[in-house]
């Protein structure tokens, strides 16, 4: 794959960063999938290989305190948002020292600190949580922005068009991403709707939509920031058609039969992660010594990620009943004159 030289937008630190993050995305990613053949964890387990440029860019052009949401492909968000993937992979195992205390599994990572509101198991049920939590921050006056990720998949669910509806009647400072990846499970764009361009999706609600080259970080990092800007401003929600490509199954159990190699083979020939990496040798932005410990970092993470997973605890039998209920600071029934 060959890049031209040329004047770049992004500083070397950008896109040594880029480099970094997807590239650690992929081998965890990688780890993940040879360590659930071995059985060391059990569930469910869908990857996230090819997918990098679309969650960092998202993540690049976030600000701090906006919230991301997104389904239950999510090993890689709380990377790019900057988690050690030991404890994403220590939730995989169904450890306490897990993102979710190893109650969550793959499908359900959480992490307070960098605003990551969860993956969900629920086929587009986050599409409505992810304009709650944009509500809320309308409510309360920031400028925050909920980037809520979903599957081309999910789009066919009738929670994103109630989900539409309110986002622009109230102009919720929400950007809905769609990882376009071309398949929901085994099933085409082209089989499931006579529309196959998803921005159409928001015409009905005049919400602005723009397709996006899911393959090119860079593009992702500016449709992203076009809209969150948008978002601030008081303007409303966009929708997003982030045109990407997973190179592995839908999950680990699918033997991807709806697809031929020549296909995987022409989206790998437009590998997120090459292109970044070319980008850097053909700008002469880092040389062969410092690409080789960025591959080392990334090396030593996973391995320190696996020996932390498999070290660490085994929830104890209490946590059963721990985070079920929530204790309110007030009585469940107010003290006054109707009260019988």
Same mark, same amino acid.
């Given at each position: 794959m060959?890049?031209?030289k040329?004047?770049l937008k992004?500083?070397?630190?950008?896109?040594l960063?880029w480099? %970094?993050?997807?590239?650690?995305m992929?081998k965890?990613?990688?780890?993940?999938? /040879?360590?659930y053949?071995?059985?060391?964890?059990?569930?469910?387990c869908?990857?996230?290989?090819?997918?990098?440029?679309?969650?960092?860019? &998202?993540?690049?052009?976030?600000?701090k305190?906006?919230?991301?949401?997104?389904?239950y492909? !999510?090993?890689?968000?709380?990377?790019?948002?900057?988690v050690? *993937?030991?404890?994403?992979?220590?939730? $995989?195992?169904g450890?306490?020292t897990?993102?979710?205390?190893g109650?969550?599994?793959?499908?359900?990572?959480f992490?307070?600190?960098?605003?990551?509101?969860?993956?969900?198991?629920?086929?587009?049920?986050?599409? #409505?949580m992810?304009? #709650?939590?944009?509500?809320?921050?309308?409510?309360?006056?920031? &400028?925050n922005?909920c980037? @809520?990720?979903?599957?081309?998949?999910?789009?066919?669910?009738?929670?994103?068009?109630? @989900?539409?509806? $309110?986002a622009?009647?109230w102009?919720l400072?929400v950007?809905?991403i769609i990882e376009?990846?071309?398949?929901a499970?085994?099933?085409?764009?082209?089989r499931?709707?006579?529309?196959? !361009? =998803?921005?159409?999706?928001?015409?009905?609600?005049e919400?602005?939509?723009?397709a996006?080259?899911?393959?090119?970080?860079?593009?992702?990092?500016?449709?992203?920031?076009?809209?969150?800007?948008?978002?601030?401003?008081?303007?409303?929600?966009?929708?997003?058609?982030?045109? &990407?490509?997973?190179y592995?199954?839908?999950?680990?159990? !699918?033997?991807?039969?709806?697809?031929?190699?020549?296909?995987?083979?022409?989206? +790998?020939? /437009?590998?997120p992660?090459?292109?970044? =990496?070319? &980008?850097?040798?053909?700008n +002469?932005?880092? @040389?062969?010594e410092?690409?080789?410990?960025?591959?080392?970092?990334?090396?030593?993470?996973?391995?320190?990620?696996?020996?932390?997973?498999?070290?660490? *605890? $085994?929830? %104890?039998g209490?946590e059963l009943?721990e985070?079920?209920y929530?204790?309110p600071?007030y009585?469940?029934?107010?003290?006054?004159?109707?009260?019988?």
């Amino acid at each position: 794959m060959a890049t031209r030289k040329k004047k770049l937008k992004y500083s070397t630190e950008q896109y040594l960063k880029w480099y %970094e993050s997807m590239l650690l995305m992929r081998k965890i990613e990688e780890k993940a999938g /040879q360590l659930y053949t071995m059985q060391k964890f059990g569930g469910f387990c869908h990857l996230y290989i090819g997918q990098e440029a679309v969650v960092a860019g &998202t993540a690049s052009a976030a600000n701090k305190d906006d919230k991301h949401m997104t389904a239950y492909r !999510d090993h890689a968000h709380p990377i790019a948002l900057g988690v050690h *993937p030991k404890y994403m992979m220590a939730e $995989l195992y169904g450890k306490s020292t897990g993102m979710s205390k190893g109650k969550g599994g793959s499908m359900h990572m959480f992490h307070k600190e960098v605003n990551l509101m969860g993956g969900h198991g629920i086929v587009g049920a986050q599409i #409505g949580m992810g304009a #709650g939590i944009a509500f809320a921050e309308k409510y309360n006056g920031t &400028t925050n922005v909920c980037y @809520t990720s979903m599957g081309d998949g999910a789009t066919r669910q009738g929670m994103l068009h109630e @989900t539409f509806n $309110l986002a622009m009647l109230w102009k919720l400072p929400v950007v809905f991403i769609i990882e376009n990846n071309n398949y929901a499970m085994g099933t085409s764009v082209e089989r499931t709707s006579n529309v196959h !361009d =998803l921005t159409k999706l928001a015409a009905s609600y005049e919400m602005p939509a723009e397709a996006v080259n899911g393959m090119r970080v860079e593009d992702v990092h500016e449709a992203i920031e076009r809209a969150a800007e948008r978002a601030r401003k008081g303007d409303g929600p966009t929708l997003l058609d982030i045109r &990407t490509y997973r190179y592995k199954g839908h999950s680990m159990s !699918d033997p991807q039969k709806y697809r031929s190699k020549e296909e995987v083979n022409e989206f +790998k020939e /437009q590998d997120p992660i090459l292109w970044v =990496l070319n &980008t850097i040798k053909q700008n +002469k932005l880092a @040389t062969d010594e410092e690409l080789d410990a960025i591959t080392k970092r990334v090396k030593d993470m996973v391995e320190e990620s696996v020996k932390f997973a498999e070290e660490s *605890p $085994l929830p %104890e039998g209490k946590e059963l009943y721990e985070d079920v209920y929530v204790e309110p600071d007030y009585p469940y029934v107010m003290d006054n004159k109707f009260r019988p």
